[in-house]
């Protein structure tokens, strides 16, 4: 028997309840994904994205089909993974620094191991100097960045993000990328990555799932065959920007440097 992939998306539909209607979210949701691969989801705002992820991370029930985890039916969120939510979730009551430790409390690490290991992570999205501060001290993007910190420190098997660079300047967005693409091959860590971004995708994925909407349903998935770091403004990018825009039925003769859908 032929070892399976690390996570499997297999038929999954889901419908939610809304105004007395049962409306179909996702229609027949067939994904793998291998160990340490990137995958980013693309696709239109309310196509489901969220609702994909919030299922392979067992914070949803599929009603048809399901997710396999390491060869695991996944049906509560796990230990291996961790989900970056797209509003940030930080306790406005904690520093950056203790929102960044939360997720190690139950972790083997002693007080000063914990300190340290969220101390590293608050550096790398660029906040060290912010580490006593408040959320409400802090713009949206700090905000953001310190819920990157948060789920990167637990150096999960599985990343899960939804649109975890949407609140960022072009700059500091530039910059996290790296730094994920950085984390990615040294903890050789699985990322699925939610983003209206289509330069976003192209520079972050091993493979882009383009998602269609009502129902939400994969439409395309576009492999991106190509050395990182890339080349933003390479004609291998702007081959694979073309692919994509077609399938949003979005093409102009003058790109612009962005691309956001
Ligand atoms: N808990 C819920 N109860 C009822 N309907 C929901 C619920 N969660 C999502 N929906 C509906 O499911 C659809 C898909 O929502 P979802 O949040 O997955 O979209 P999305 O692709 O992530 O959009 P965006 O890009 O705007 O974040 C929407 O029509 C939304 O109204
Ligand atoms: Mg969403």
């Known amino acids: 028997m032929s070892k399976p ?30 160990q340490r691969e990137t995958i980013a989801i693309l696709g239109q705002s309310g196509c489901g994205k969220s609702t994909l992820l919030n299922i392979i991370g067992g914070f949803e029930p599929a009603n048809v089909g399901q997710v396999l985890l390491d060869g695991k039916e996944v049906t509560k969120p796990s230990k291996k993974s961790v989900m970056l939510f797209q509003h940030y979730g930080l306790l406005p009551w904690r520093s950056v620094l203790k929102n960044v430790e939360l997720g190690l409390e139950d972790s083997n690490l002693s007080k000063e191991e914990r300190k340290k290991q969220a101390y590293h992570y608050v550096e790398l999205v660029g906040l060290g100097d912010k580490a006593n501060h408040f959320p409400r001290q802090l713009s949206g993007g700090m905000q953001q960045r310190v819920s990157i910190a948060r789920a ?24 996290l990328q790296d730094e994920l693409i950085r984390i990615q091959q040294e903890m050789k860590t699985t990322i699925i990555i939610v983003t209206h971004d289509i330069d976003e995708a192209i520079y972050l994925a091993d493979r882009v799932v383009v998602m269609g909407k009502e129902p939400g349903r994969i439409q395309r998935e576009i492999v991106i065959d190509s050395y990182k770091p890339r080349d933003r403004s390479g004609d291998e990018f702007q081959y694979y920007r073309k692919q994509i825009l077609q399938e949003f039925h979005l093409n102009s003769s003058k790109p612009p440097l962005e691309y956001h859908i």
């Open 5 to 34: 992939m690390f996570i499997e998306v297999k038929d999954v539909s889901k419908s939610f309840r809304n105004n007395g209607k049962d409306e179909l979210i996702l229609k027949d949701i067939n994904l793998s994904v291998n």
């Open 152 to 175: 990167l420190a637990i150096e999960p098997d599985v990343l899960l993000m939804d649109e975890p660079f949407g609140a960022l300047d072009t700059f500091n967005r530039y910059y």
